[in-house]
């Protein structure tokens, strides 16, 4: 079963890297067909989606450097809208207009002699021929099913049961290629409202700043160049410039710190209340203020701590603690203040060695080297015990505003 897998892996990061397009994005569903024998097979990529390049990102096939050009890419794709300086989830279409539905390719209704038969004969119930001499379906029909149906009625009939066997395929081959059921993709491309045509899916943009963001911490892992690192760090700004709350409510078209469903070509934000988009901000966030946890351990991570989130004067800070009881914190200049799971931690840039403070309700004070606390104290955060009132961090000072520590020290 592991080799099963493994080769099943194999194949599967094989196939992502044969999906790269030739404008440096990839594929992000195939469709696939058989032949009638099943004898053979034939592949069709869908057109690009916001969906598929973060799914490309999220799949730890592509280097730093590769999941940097993706992002590049699509800043350069026909799926940005420079006045929301954020993504669609596809490129907007134009549709076809009402009479331009449901046209039959006039050499394959001649190519055709059942096809042709019936148009002679004057049977309408499969195609018939409008006012400006196109070729169109019977309106009758909803699927496919119904002209099958109709084509096993014709079968039955002696002077047509010929013509229908020999011809019955392309005369069904002629009904995909004209509707394309089988790329049906819903509203997203049949209709402007809602996630439609145009529309900028807010979900899927924070989907996407996840996705940077874990490649900014993989590509220090893997010990990729700092340039990569430093340009997957400023992917990660582009990408957050464009949600809601870094814009006027007049650019938003809404209360911008409120969360929204969607945004159309056509209006502002709509849909308001939806929660996909404030999960991804709830996982995105923390590291922002330097903190993230790794195998069960608090970290600080000053990767993405920007000085724009210290303080530029003290400031008294009033918490509370799981009983509910308010105590005053005094934060310094070049800190912050944030929670982890009720328990208040103070991030502060420091002029030496990293290291960690961790204040116990019994009055005790742990002190360790490094940007991390161990799993054991960590377990207690994150349980809500009780037993620890604070955690003081101290960041060195060039580590700030995207200059990394070590990768022995991130990992």
């Given at each position: 079963?592991i080799?099963?897998?493994?080769?099943a892996?194999?194949?599967?990061?094989?196939?992502?890297?044969?999906?790269?397009?030739?404008?440096?994005?990839?594929?992000?569903?195939?469709?696939?067909?058989f032949?009638?024998?099943?004898s053979?097979?034939?592949?069709?990529?869908?057109?690009?989606?916001?969906?598929?390049?973060v799914?490309?990102?999220?799949?730890?096939?592509?280097?730093?450097?590769?999941?940097?050009?993706?992002i590049?890419?699509?800043?350069?794709?026909?799926?940005?809208?420079?006045?929301?300086?954020?993504f669609?989830?596809?490129?907007?279409?134009?549709?076809?207009?009402?009479l331009?539905?449901?046209?039959?390719?006039?050499e394959?209704?001649?190519?055709?002699?059942?096809?042709?038969?019936?148009?002679?004969?004057?049977?309408?119930?499969?195609?018939?021929?409008?006012?400006?001499?196109?070729?169109r379906?019977?309106?009758?029909?909803?699927?496919?099913?119904?002209?099958?149906?109709?084509?096993?009625?014709?079968?039955?009939?002696?002077k047509r049961?010929?013509?229908?066997?020999?011809?019955?395929?392309?005369?069904?081959?002629?009904?995909k290629q004209?509707?394309?059921?089988?790329?049906?993709?819903?509203?997203?491309?049949?209709?402007?409202?809602?996630?439609?045509?145009?529309?900028?899916?807010?979900?899927?943009?924070?989907k996407?700043?996840?996705?940077?963001?874990?490649?900014?911490?993989?590509?220090?892992?893997?010990?990729?160049?700092?340039?990569?690192?430093?340009?997957?760090?400023?992917?990660?700004?582009?990408?957050?410039?464009?949600?809601?709350?870094?814009k006027?409510?007049?650019?938003?078209?809404?209360?911008?710190?409120?969360?929204?469903?969607?945004?159309?070509?056509?209006?502002?934000?709509?849909?308001?209340?939806?929660?996909?988009l404030?999960?991804?901000?709830?996982?995105?966030?923390?590291?922002?203020?330097?903190?993230?946890?790794n195998?069960?351990e608090?970290?600080?991570d000053?990767?993405?701590?920007?000085?724009?989130?210290?303080?530029?004067?003290?400031?008294?800070?009033?918490?509370?603690?799981?009983?509910?009881?308010?105590?005053?914190?005094?934060?310094?200049?070049?800190?912050?203040?944030?929670?982890?799971?009720?328990?208040?931690?103070?991030?502060?840039?420091?002029?030496?060695?990293?290291?960690?403070?961790?204040?116990?309700?019994?009055?005790?004070?742990?002190?360790?080297?490094?940007?991390?606390?161990?799993?054991?104290?960590?377990?207690?955060?994150?349980?809500?015990?009780?037993?620890?009132?604070?955690?003081?961090?101290?960041?060195?000072?060039?580590?700030?505003?995207?200059?990394?520590?070590?990768?022995?020290?991130?990992?």
């Amino acid at each position: 079963m592991i080799e099963l897998c493994d080769s099943a892996i194999e194949h599967l990061d094989e196939t992502i890297r044969n999906s790269r397009r030739t404008d440096g994005l990839y594929h992000s569903y195939n469709l696939i067909r058989f032949s009638g024998d099943g004898s053979g097979a034939s592949v069709e990529p869908l057109y690009e989606m916001l969906e598929g390049q973060v799914a490309v990102l999220s799949s730890d096939v592509l280097s730093g450097q590769e999941r940097a050009d993706v992002i590049d890419a699509l800043f350069a794709s026909q799926m940005y809208r420079a006045d929301q300086r954020s993504f669609m989830l596809y490129p907007a279409r134009h549709l076809p207009s009402f009479l331009d539905k449901n046209v039959m390719p006039a050499e394959s209704v001649r190519g055709n002699p059942l096809l042709a038969g019936l148009l002679e004969a004057g049977d309408r119930s499969v195609i018939a021929v409008d006012v400006d001499g196109r070729f169109r379906f019977s309106a009758a029909f909803t699927n496919r099913d119904h002209l099958e149906a109709t084509l096993d009625r014709l079968a039955g009939e002696t002077k047509r049961s010929s013509l229908v066997a020999a011809h019955r395929e392309a005369a069904l081959d002629t009904y995909k290629q004209v509707f394309r059921h089988h790329a049906y993709t819903g509203r997203s491309g049949s209709m402007y409202g809602y996630e439609g045509i145009g529309s900028i899916y807010w979900h899927m943009v924070a989907k996407l700043l996840v996705a940077v963001q874990e490649s900014v911490l993989d590509a220090v892992s893997e010990g990729a160049q700092q340039a990569t690192v430093e340009r997957l760090i400023d992917a990660y700004w582009r990408v957050r410039s464009g949600l809601g709350f870094n814009k006027t409510a007049a650019q938003f078209g809404a209360i911008s710190i409120d969360p929204y469903s969607h945004t159309p070509a056509h209006a502002g934000a709509q849909q308001p209340g939806m929660t996909g988009l404030v999960k991804e901000e709830l996982l995105t966030r923390p590291l922002e203020l330097g903190v993230r946890v790794n195998n069960g351990e608090i970290w600080y991570d000053p990767v993405l701590l920007r000085r724009t989130e210290l303080l530029g004067d003290p400031e008294r800070w009033p918490v509370y603690d799981l009983n509910l009881e308010q105590s005053v914190i005094q934060l310094n200049e070049s800190s912050l203040g944030m929670t982890l799971c009720q328990v208040p931690v103070v991030v502060s840039v420091s002029s030496g060695d990293a290291h960690v403070e961790v204040f116990f309700a019994d009055g005790t004070t742990e002190h360790h080297p490094g940007l991390h606390v161990d799993r054991e104290n960590s377990a207690k955060v994150f349980a809500r015990s009780g037993e620890i009132t604070q955690i003081h961090a101290y960041v060195p000072d060039h580590a700030v505003q995207g200059v990394m520590l070590s990768t022995t020290e991130s990992n």
